[in-house]
């Protein structure tokens, strides 16, 4: 479960995060960005160290174990998917969050900053150059439901998400992000 700790050290994160990692994408020289892309992946490891991840991980891993994607890029690929399926019991959470990594999402209602949270996320995606969906990484459709029973075996990181999630449910998002 997350605490008062891990909020504070993730939203921290999420705004550190949010405002550079754009531009340190884009120019890695840029001393600034950078200096500030460190203390956010430090404070966002120092959240996950005191509350535990959940289905995007579990999602992610049958990407690195059956197909080598780099675990970063495969948590990213199933990032907007997995949040859409949590929006319905998470959208109040989300929208609070939203603000921290996209400040210009204030003063919008929770339902539509929730799902413009989302949408900014897998924008972002595409604006850091990344292949926005598995079929980009060479992910063979007919493979989706042997990667969603491996997500299964996943129970360690399941059990935290907001809403459970079936077989059926993991085999919808990664169709999703095909
Ligand atoms: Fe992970």
Redesign the pocket.
Known sequence: MPTALSRMLARQALRLLGAHIETAVRDGANAEARGAMLPGAMLAGQAFANAP?AAV?AL??PLGGLFHIP?GLS?ALVLPHVLRFNAPVAAPVYAEIATDAFPDLAGIGTQARCAAFIDALAHLVQRLGLPPRLRDVGIPQADLPQMAADAMKQTRLLVNNPRPVTEADALGIYRAAW
């Open positions: 991840v991980h992610a891993y675990h948590n």
